[in-house]
């Protein structure tokens, strides 16, 4: 197999500002899927009553229709109405649509996780739903959700390949028009796994060593 190694270095720069527009948008709704989650776990564990329900049919819609979809709705649907938002703020709103759901269900099985005793002694010695939640539930259902909650940023991460769907130069979409003009297939190919390497690699070190220090500080190591 031979590789045009010249083709390789002189699209590398193009691969280097898709890749960090990937990263950009990848942040921004992982962040926004973190809050989202956040919320929908605590709305989810105290059993608000109309937050509840408005959080269950979130959920539920947005685990069950695909990403592709949300974002056609975003860019292609609500310009018919009048609404008109931006490709890149369409994909961290769709990713953060989407992760927020998997986030919530990672967070409220940390937060089922909390010793029901301990809680108990939290509101026996005054704690108020806010102080009990910041000092007792939090800390500990973070650790419990560290293992889900990483699953799913590698998860959203990968997700960013169907940007390519409303015209997003990133990683995939960027390979896919180099392949279409140049028919240097092999050579786009290598350079989107290794972009995506770079990528996805050291976040999934970063959160193996995250786990792991978690998990020896509850033993109190």
Known sequence: MNFDWNYIIEYM???EKALWLTVKLAAGG???SIIIGL????VQYYEIKILKQLVQGY?????????LIQLFFLYY????IGITISAEACAIIGLAFLGGSYMSEAFRAGIEAVSVNQIEVGKSIGLSHIQLTRYIILPQAFSYSVP??????IFL??????FSGIAILELMNLTKDLIGMFYKTNESLLMLVIGYLIILLPLSL???WLERRVRYAEFGN
């Open 30 to 32: 992982i962040l926004l």
């Open 148 to 153: 889900s909650f990483g699953a799913n940023c």
């Open 59 to 67: 959920i539920e819609l947005s685990r069950n229709t695909p990403l």
């Open 206 to 208: 970063f959160l193996t």
């Open 77 to 80: 649907g609500l310009p018919k």
């Open 13 to 15: 720069p193009l691969y």
């Open 157 to 162: 991460l990968k997700e960013t390949s169907i």
């Open 39 to 42: 919320f929908c776990s605590i």
